[in-house]
Antibody, heavy 117, light 106 residues
Framework: QVQLQESGPGLVKPSGTLSLTCAVS?????????WSWVRQTPAKGLEWVGE???????NYNPSLESRVSMSVDKSKNQFSLRLTSVTAADTSVYYC??????????WGQGILVTVSS | EILMTQSPAILSLSPGERATLSCRAS??????LAWYQQKPGQAPRLLIY???TRATGLPARFSGSGSGTDFTLTISSLQPEDFAVYYC????????FGQGTKVEIK
């Protein structure tokens, strides 16, 4: 059974950096799959943030590209998200997701990150 | 960016009725479309990919159709557990989601 679990601070100060990690179990992060981050707010709905392959190759949402980076730690079977210069607009539930390129088939439970002083 | 537009925003139906949800892309995405179901407090769940291929274990009452810019998700006979929000998502170019259709009990 594939499981994904997000972790990280639930509160980040404006202009700070949001950092989240996703631990993957039941599948190897080094397989032939991409690993994505998706965020959700009531106002904007679901927004794809970006994806990473185990080689380190990435694709990002153009609207976030200047502020986002992702990385993979194969030894821990996990991947991470970093979003800089955050504002209140970045307050969202963040999901990590297994990305088969044809679909997003396994999702973490989600983590609420609030940007506030 | 490819924009995805879903209609209607809200669909009020009774159990046993047929639900027809629409999704339109701002440019052709071929068959590169997926559908997801989301219930309150839960992550989205994959239903359909490749516009018409059901995810493993999905009941046959769910079906997807379409290609290019116009897509449909049909639930042939609504069950109590089907009342939820449904999202379409294209994966032809990056990934973008529609704004969702809420299927509510009439």
């Amino acid at each position: 059974q594939v499981q994904l679990q997000e972790s990280g601070p639930g509160l980040v100060k404006p202009s700070g950096t949001l950092s989240l990690t996703c631990a993957v179990s039941g599948d190897s992060i080094s397989g032939l799959k991409w690993w994505s981050w998706v965020r959700q707010t009531p106002a904007k709905g679901l927004e794809w943030v970006g994806e990473i392959y185990h080689s380190g190759s990435t694709n990002y949402n153009p609207s976030l590209e200047s502020r986002v980076s992702m990385s993979v730690d194969k030894s821990k079977n996990q991947f991470s998200l970093r979003l800089t210069s955050v504002t209140a607009a970045d307050t969202s539930v963040y999901y990590c997701v297994r990305d088969l390129s044809t679909s997003l088939d396994y999702w973490g439970q989600g983590i609420l990150v609030t940007v506030s002083s | 960016e490819i924009l995805m537009t879903q209609s209607p925003a809200i669909l009020s139906l009774s159990p046993g009725e047929r639900a027809t949800l629409s999704c339109r892309a701002s440019q052709s995405v071929g068959p590169n479309l997926a559908w997801y179901q989301q219930k309150p407090g839960q992550a989205p769940r994959l239903l359909i990919y490749g516009a018409s291929t059901r995810a493993t274990g999905l009941p046959a009452r769910f079906s997807g159709s379409g290609s290019g810019t116009d897509f449909t998700l049909t639930i042939s006979s609504l069950q109590p557990e089907d009342f939820a929000v449904y999202y379409c998502q294209q994966y032809y170019s990056r990934r973008t989601f529609g704004q969702g259709t809420k299927v509510e009990i009439k």
